[in-house]
Nanobody
Framework: QVQLVESGGGLVQAGGSLRLSCAAS????????MGWFRQAPGKEREFVAA???????YYADSVKGRFTISRDNAKNTVYLQMNSLKSEDTAVYYC?????????????????WGQGTQVTISS
């Protein structure tokens, strides 16, 4: 079992950058497929990015080229570097871990979730 805690959210102007962190405890993040999801008010939770155990990375088309997911095994932390932020990136961002051998883009296939961190982009 793993516990996940997100941090790094905040208010930033359009065009700016933020780096979200997801600190894990209980087990190492390299034991899981790790993903970032987001949920805006009135919308369903949507896939943002994921990194597999082997380090392969996957992105939603809406963030490709702007966001980067990475993992620091020594710190047991997963990051989401977000650049060129847009107002439509405003959402609560969640970190998640899945125990399956593949990396999913579907939220309900993830087994563990953090509490979320708010990201607000002002235009």
């Amino acid at each position: 079992q793993v516990q996940l805690v997100e941090s790094g959210g905040g208010l930033v102007q359009a065009g700016g950058s933020l780096r979200l962190s997801c600190a894990a405890s209980g087990r190492t993040v390299s034991s899981y497929g790790m993903g970032w999801f987001r949920q805006a008010p009135g919308k369903e939770r949507e896939f943002v990015a994921a990194i597999s155990r082997s380090g392969n990375r996957y992105y939603a088309d809406s963030v490709k080229g702007r966001f980067t997911i990475s993992r620091d095994n020594a710190k047991n932390t997963v990051y989401l570097q977000m650049n060129s932020l847009k107002s439509e990136d405003t959402a609560v961002y969640y970190c998640a871990a899945e125990t399956a051998t593949w990396v999913s883009k579907i939220a309900h296939e993830y087994d563990y979730w953090g509490q979320g961190t708010q990201v607000t982009i002002s235009s």
